[in-house]
Structures are given as C-alpha cells and as structure tokens.
C-alpha cells in the first residue's frame, strides 16, 4: 500500500518500542500510518524508534503504558485519539515469556501473564474498537505455540497465546457488524530480545532452518492493517518456517 493512501490513517501499537511491535510500528509509518506506539520499561528503545520513523520522514509518538494496568490501556487509547484523531488500525503486540514448569510456576509469574497476554489483550481491543473507525483493523500477536506448545515450561505461556486466538475469533463476530476485522498473528521463533537465549538453538529445528526476522512479521501485519485484507477476519495466521507442521 502507498504512503498516499494512508496519509490520514491512525495505527496505535501496544508494545512498539523493540522487536516485533518496533518493526510493525517502523513498517505502518513506511505504510503511511500515524503512528502511537507504547511501552513500559525502555523509554530508549522507544525513543529510538520512533526518531527512526522521524527520520524516515514519518509522524509517531510514544506513549508510557503498562498493559497490566487497564487505566493505562485506555490512556494509551486516548492518546493517541487526542495526537491523531480515531484509529484505523490497533496491533496488540505486548507480551511477557515466563517459562516455567508446572511444579515450579510462582503465582507473580502466572498473573503478569495472564494480566498482560490475555487481561491487557483483552482490554486493548476493547478500548481501541471504542475509538475506531467503522472497517477498522484489530491486530493481534499471538503465538504458534497456542498450536504446539513445543517445551516443556512453556505451559503458562502457550495457554496465554491460546486464549489470544481465541478471543480473536469471538470479537471478530462482535465487531463484524461495523466492518472492523480482527485477526491473529502468531509467530514461530523470531530473533529478539525476548528470545534472545535460545534463539539459536531453536533455529536447528525449525525445519526452514532459520528463525524469523521481525521484519517479515511487520509485513504479515501491513497485509492485515491495509485495503485488501478486508474480507479475513477471525483468523490466526501462523508464520514459523513450519515449525508446527
Ligand atoms: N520473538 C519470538 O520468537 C516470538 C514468537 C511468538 C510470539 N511472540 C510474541 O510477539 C510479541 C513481541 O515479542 P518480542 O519477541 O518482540 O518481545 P520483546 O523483544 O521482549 O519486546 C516486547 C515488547 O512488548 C512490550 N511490553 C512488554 N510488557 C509490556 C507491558 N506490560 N506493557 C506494555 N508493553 C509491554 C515491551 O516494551 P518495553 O520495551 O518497554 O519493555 C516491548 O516493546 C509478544 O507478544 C510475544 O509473545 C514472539
């Protein structure tokens, strides 16, 4: 899609200070996107990101925004809508990885989890369809390992990305009626922090033999977020180099 024809448009990422979530708000702005991006812990990361969009001749702004807390999501929400005017595109990219076997998961771990991987999803579609244009686009990150968990301790967060595909499918039926898609993302290991220790490991037995880019995600995000996606909706997407097969 051309910068053209998304002059006027307005893209909130929740998440978009680094990896994925900075690649989607890096590729949206190049789409011709406004774009608001939070985060919680690295205001660098998210400075850095947006004065790259800057630089490449693009409007951002970052906001602070703890998806645990719901005050802030909603903010966050209204940020934005005060920045830019009402949102044509919201991708819900924020997410924790906290690996831990049954035997040995704290209570602290599995709260973050559920509040910021299912709670804070949750409520960042709420919140965004509030202020969201009619055919909008709802965008989340989910995970192949709601498919397959793959490792043992990845229990808590494989059910948390489970529950993001498959709220995707009920929202997109509540949302339907006023023309806003909402699909799901979900990855495959993807070099970034988050993965950062056990990238190279996993990238031995994705059977493409590499690990994603945060890149080719924000490109899978820009087909969802523009014109000719507009009749899928409900679906989860996986992009893993075949990882699940
Ligand atoms: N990397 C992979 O292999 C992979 C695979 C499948 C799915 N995913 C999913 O893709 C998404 C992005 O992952 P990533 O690998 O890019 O992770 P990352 O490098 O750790 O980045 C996480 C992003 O989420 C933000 N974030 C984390 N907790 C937050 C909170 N409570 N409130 C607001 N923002 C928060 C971070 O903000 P700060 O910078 O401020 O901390 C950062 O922008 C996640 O949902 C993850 O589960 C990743």
Same mark, same amino acid.
């Given at each position: 899609?051309?910068?053209?024809? %998304?002059?006027?448009?307005?893209?909130l990422?929740?998440?978009?200070?680094r990896?994925?979530?900075?690649?989607?708000?890096?590729r949206?702005?190049a789409?011709g996107?406004?774009?608001?991006?939070?985060?919680v812990?690295r205001?660098?990361?998210?400075?850095?990101?947006?004065?790259?969009i800057? /630089?490449?001749?693009g409007?951002?702004?970052?906001?602070?925004?703890?998806?645990? %807390?719901?005050?802030?999501?909603?903010n /966050?929400?209204?940020?934005?809508?005060?920045?830019?005017?009402?949102?044509?595109v919201?991708?819900i990219?924020?997410?924790?990885?906290?690996?831990?076997?049954?035997?040995?998961?704290?209570?602290?771990?599995?709260?973050?989890?559920?509040?910021?991987?299912v709670?804070?999803?949750?409520?960042?579609?709420?919140?965004?369809a509030?202020?969201?244009?009619?055919?909008?686009?709802?965008?989340?990150i989910?995970?192949?390992?709601?498919?397959?968990?793959?490792s043992?301790?990845?229990?808590?967060?494989s059910?948390?990305k489970? /529950?993001?595909?498959?709220?995707?499918?009920?929202?997109?039926?509540?949302?339907?009626?006023?023309?806003?898609?909402?699909?799901?993302?979900?990855?495959?290991p993807?070099r970034?922090?988050?993965?950062?220790?056990?990238?190279?490991?996993?990238a031995?037995i994705?059977?493409?033999?590499?690990?994603?880019?945060?890149?080719?995600?924000?490109?899978?995000?820009s087909?969802?977020?523009?014109?000719? /996606?507009?009749?899928?909706?409900?679906?989860?997407?996986?992009?893993?180099?075949?990882?699940?097969?």
């Amino acid at each position: 899609m051309s910068a053209m024809n %998304n002059a006027a448009k307005v893209a909130l990422v929740f998440g978009g200070s680094r990896g994925i979530g900075a690649s989607i708000a890096r590729r949206l702005a190049a789409d011709g996107f406004q774009v608001a991006l939070t985060y919680v812990s690295r205001p660098d990361k998210a400075d850095e990101t947006v004065a790259a969009i800057k /630089a490449d001749g693009g409007a951002a702004i970052a906001i602070q925004a703890d998806s645990a %807390n719901p005050a802030d999501i909603r903010n /966050a929400v209204d940020q934005t809508v005060t920045s830019f005017g009402l949102l044509d595109v919201a991708v819900i990219n924020a997410g924790v990885l906290k690996m831990g076997t049954v035997d040995a998961v704290s209570i602290e771990d599995l709260d973050l989890s559920l509040n910021v991987n299912v709670r804070g999803v949750y409520l960042a579609i709420q919140a965004a369809a509030r202020e969201m244009k009619d055919r909008g686009r709802i965008i989340t990150i989910g995970s192949n390992t709601a498919i397959r968990t793959g490792s043992v301790g990845g229990s808590v967060y494989s059910m948390t990305k489970a /529950a993001v595909a498959a709220m995707v499918k009920g929202i997109a039926l509540d949302l339907a009626p006023r023309g806003i898609t909402v699909n799901n993302i979900q990855p495959g290991p993807t070099r970034t922090d988050m993965t950062a220790e056990m990238i190279d490991a996993l990238a031995t037995i994705v059977p493409l033999k590499r690990v994603g880019d945060p890149d080719e995600i924000a490109a899978l995000a820009s087909y969802l977020a523009g014109e000719t /996606a507009g009749y899928m909706t409900g679906a989860s997407l996986t992009i893993d180099g075949g990882f699940v097969l």
